[in-house]
């Protein structure tokens, strides 16, 4: 479970102060599917951020399975990123000088993995998401489509439970937002928690709730059918 208590984000220049997150209570359920749309510059991408701890608070809390995060070390913090945390971003943030195999394998590189278990587990995914052909291909040498797809076998083979995108659909090729939603479903039908960013309706009917974000607050939730 996710929890945010009184939680707020300034970003603080010299010449601005902009609060992002401004004392926000959010709870985030284990196997939850949410999608969090809200205009543009309304804090969706703090948010990603903050939960996923690639950022920390202003003031207020963060708990990850009941673990305050702003009491860790920036290096136990890196742990709970590295075991519980999984981003798909939109430019699917693929390592161009590892082919499609080595990159799904990445997360499993930073765990204790046995050679034998990890191939077992690259294969399995690659077969599921269609991509076993281009195991040694590079990122440039397939289609948008197909990248998305390496990006979310990396993000299932993770083992991590929370999964984080930022507007997965707003580059898409040859996929569908409908197609790639339905790979969201998948990773959440096996037990994942997933929080995606996206302006679409479309994409967000396909969550069990949308939370509308508005100048850094939750302005409304809406539970989908
Ligand atoms: N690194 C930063 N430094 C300073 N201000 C920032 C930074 N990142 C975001 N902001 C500001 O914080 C506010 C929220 O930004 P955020 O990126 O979270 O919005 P968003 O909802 O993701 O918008 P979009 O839909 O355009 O991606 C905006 O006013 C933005 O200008
Ligand atoms: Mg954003």
Redesign the pocket.
């Known amino acids: 479970m996710i929890e945010l208590r009184d939680a707020t984000?300034i970003?603080?220049?010299e010449a601005?102060e902009?609060?992002?997150?401004d004392h926000m209570d959010l709870t985030i359920e284990d196997g939850a599917f949410v999608a969090i749309m809200?205009?543009?510059?309304?804090?969706?991408?703090?948010?990603?951020?903050i939960v996923g701890c690639m950022d920390s608070l202003t003031s207020g809390e963060l708990f990850i399975d009941g673990e305050k995060l702003s009491g860790l070390s920036e290096h136990k913090v890196g742990l709970v990123r590295r075991d519980k945390i999984s981003f798909i971003f939109q430019n699917y943030a693929l390592m161009q000088h590892y082919t499609v195999y080595e990159n799904i394998e990445l997360p499993l590189n930073a765990r204790n993995c046995k050679p034998k278990d990890k191939k077992k587990a690259v294969n399995e995914i690659m077969e599921k998401l269609d991509i076993a052909h281009l195991a040694s291909k590079f990122p440039r040498q397939i289609s948008g489509g197909e990248q998305q797809r390496t990006a979310i076998a990396r993000a299932m083979v993770s083992g991590c439970k929370y999964i984080l995108a930022?507007?997965p659909t707003g580059a898409l090729d040859s996929m569908t937002a409908g197609e790639l939603m339905k790979l969201f479903q998948m990773m959440h039908e096996a037990g994942k928690t997933i929080l995606v960013?996206t302006?679409d309706n479309e994409v967000a009917a396909y969550a069990q709730k949308t939370i509308i974000?508005s100048d850094?607050k939750i302005d409304n939730i809406k539970e989908n059918k």
């Open positions: 984000k970003y603080k220049g601005y902009t609060k992002a997150i809200g205009r543009s510059g309304s804090g969706k991408t703090t948010l990603l951020n930022d507007e960013v302006h974000i850094g």
